[in-house]
């Protein structure tokens, strides 16, 4: 089993900067691939950005590239999502997802999720 627990989210101003925390507990092995997706309302969940632990590969959506990194404190077991130049269509809310390898994460098979942190951007 793999826990998940977020924080971090918040409402700010266009153009702010925040810092989403998922603490991972359980076992390593089924969660060696972690990301980041967020769902806003009326609209399917999309992944943001997800880090594979083993060979320290990046991905990013188009949408958050260039203004989001992903990394994680291997000491604290924690991924971090950082954000900048936020806009109000990145409103939405971010859950914290990992899984055995990125395959699964991307097939959505034997994901373990989150709770859930909410991001509200205002104009």
């Known amino acids: 089993q793999v826990h998940l627990v977020e924080s971090g989210g918040g409402s700010v101003q266009a153009g702010g900067s925040l810092r989403l925390s998922c603490v991972v507990s359980g076992y390593t092995t089924s969660s060696a691939c972690r990301g980041w997706f967020r769902q806003a309302p009326r609209k399917e969940r999309e992944m943001v950005a997800r880090?594979?632990?083993?060979?320290?590969?990046?991905l990013f959506s188009p949408a958050v590239k260039g203004r989001s990194t992903i990394s994680q404190d291997n000491a604290k077991n924690t991924l971090y999502l950082q954000m900048n130049s936020l806009k109000p269509q990145d409103t939405a809310m971010y859950y914290c997802?990992?899984?055995?390898?990125?395959?699964?994460?991307?097939?959505?098979?034997?994901?373990?999720w989150g709770q859930g942190t909410q991001v509200t951007v205002s104009s």
């Open positions: 880090l594979d632990t083993g060979t320290g590969s990046t």
């Open positions: 997802a990992a899984a055995r390898d990125c395959t699964d994460l991307y097939l959505g098979r034997d994901v373990y």
